[in-house]
């Protein structure tokens, strides 16, 4: 639940900068296959199996791929072939699997990078930070559910004992999945990311694992190979680790929260901080500038970081969780150290961004979040004063400004947003938010068409 360490990390070569470092490092480190990663608009991690002996072509010449074939990248089964080209500093040595390394990739076509791949989208927005001369820093806080597969079909809680009502930080109940916590943290620490934590969360079967902020490119793939990681890890004790956001309808969800700081790309001084701040919270007047920014566009961000169906169930649980709290947001507002708040101020110099869910495409919540933040700087905004408030409690709900109840609504708030609009772009065939809303609104449809348990329930004597 805290997220931004600054933990001791491990000494690791220094990442490659040239295809020739590259080549050196899958020698000195005897890689058998590297895989070229790169993940579509939903977050799915795809990718090639490389011998070491491909590896000079894979950095000649990139790697094909049929594109309409990995789901939501815009393309259809006439287009060219997506070529993943791959970004050499990002080269990692998997430490669950011996010989087996991976590399990040930005899809391209036509020699050109696709304007609809998450990578790039994110990697064009820092581009335009830097020539302001600003770097934008995040660190992540993925949470997660470790399940089984029951005789029916359903899913339950993989610790049979995990069924207190406050598991938060329960020493029995992480101490009974000490074997997979552990080996998790053992490769965070081994891939040089600075873990410095790991708990038990506040569902049953629900588990956190921290590690060190870092530049938002580089945090942003850290999230997609930390899924994967925890994924193949769970799979190795015949478990299933799902990011899926609300897997359970009596506990609380998972979420992404994502702490958030500006930096001067000249002093490497933190922009976010200042020392007069009258509200107390230990934030600058562009850092201010920056939240409200966020809450004015809250919208159109939540879609970005509340990307499923299943989502909306996250978000307006309330209380009506096993614990007592649903940990995420209803409203657009922002606090000091208060968890129920969208954005939260836990220390001067970082936001943490609570609207954020672990089903969320990294890049494209980091994109959206950083482009309503920076309208709200161009345009001196003020967010007032901090929320204190108890939001699962009490408070101006009436006055406060609820945030999207569905897929749906969501949606129709991105194409509505004329700041994300811009920030996100023009694909091939027109702007990249219509093409996310039109497949969050096709999403959302075809749940809405499926008749459920709960409506058998209610309605099928009801009349």
Not at 194 to 215: I, M, T, V
Request: contains cysteine; proline residues 7%; hydrophobic residues 45%.
């Amino acid at each position: 639940m805290f997220g931004y360490g600054h933990p001791v990390v491990p000494r690791l070569p220094e990442p490659p900068e040239t295809a020739e470092d590259f080549l050196h490092a899958v020698a000195r480190d005897d890689i058998e296959f590297v895989l070229a990663m790169f993940v579509n608009i939903d977050g799915k991690p795809c990718c090639k199996l490389v011998p070491a002996a491909a590896v000079p072509e894979l950095l000649d010449e990139g790697l094909g791929f049929a594109g309409h074939a990995v789901g939501a990248i815009g393309q259809s089964p006439a287009d060219p072939d997506l070529v993943a080209v791959p970004d050499v500093s990002t080269y990692t040595v998997l430490p669950w699997r011996t010989g087996l390394a991976a590399v990040m990739c930005d899809p391209h076509v036509g020699g050109a990078p696709w304007p609809y791949a998450p990578r790039v989208i994110l990697r064009r927005r820092l581009a335009a930070l830097a020539e302001r001369g600003m770097d934008f820093k995040v660190g992540a806080e993925p949470e997660y559910f470790l399940v089984r597969r029951t005789p029916d079909g359903g899913v339950a809680v993989a610790d049979d004992e995990d069924t207190a009502d406050l598991p938060c930080y329960d020493a029995r109940g992480l101490g009974r999945s000490l074997d997979h916590v552990a080996t998790v943290s053992r490769a965070l620490t081994t891939l040089g990311w600075g873990n410095y934590s790991n708990d038990h969360e506040d569902a049953n079967g629900q588990f956190e694992h921290d590690f060190a902020y870092a530049d938002a490119l580089v945090t942003a793939d850290r999230v997609i190979l930390f899924r994967y990681l925890v994924q193949m890890l769970a799979r190795e004790s015949g478990l299933l680790a799902t990011f899926m956001p609300k897997p359970f309808g009596h506990l609380t969800g998972s979420g992404l929260h994502l702490h958030m700081s500006l930096w001067d790309r000249a002093s490497g001084t933190e922009l976010f901080r200042g020392a007069n701040d009258a509200r107390g919270l230990g934030m600058s007047d562009l850092g201010y500038s920056f939240i409200a920014g966020v809450l004015a566009h809250a919208p159109a961000v939540v879609a970005f970081g509340c990307p499923t169906v299943n989502s909306y169930k996250r978000l307006a649980a309330r209380d009506d969780t096993a614990s007592g709290s649903s940990w995420a947001p209803t409203w657009a507002t922002y606090g000091g150290n208060n968890r129920t708040q969208m954005l939260r101020v836990p220390a001067p110099g970082r936001v943490e961004a609570r609207c954020v869910d672990s089903s969320a495409n990294p890049y494209l919540a980091m994109t959206a979040l950083l482009a309503a933040g920076l309208d709200g700087i161009d345009h001196g905004m003020d967010p007032g004063a901090p929320n204190e408030a108890n939001l699962e409690r009490e408070g101006d709900w009436d006055t406060a400004p609820a945030l999207p109840a569905t897929l749906a609504e969501a949606a129709a708030a991105v194409t509505a947003d004329p700041v994300l609009r811009a920030a996100f772009g023009k694909v091939s065939n027109g702007e990249f938010v219509d093409y996310y809303a039109q497949l969050k609104q096709s999403e959302f449809a075809a749940y809405h068409r499926r008749v459920g348990d709960w409506e058998i329930e209610r309605y099928l004597t009801a009349f």
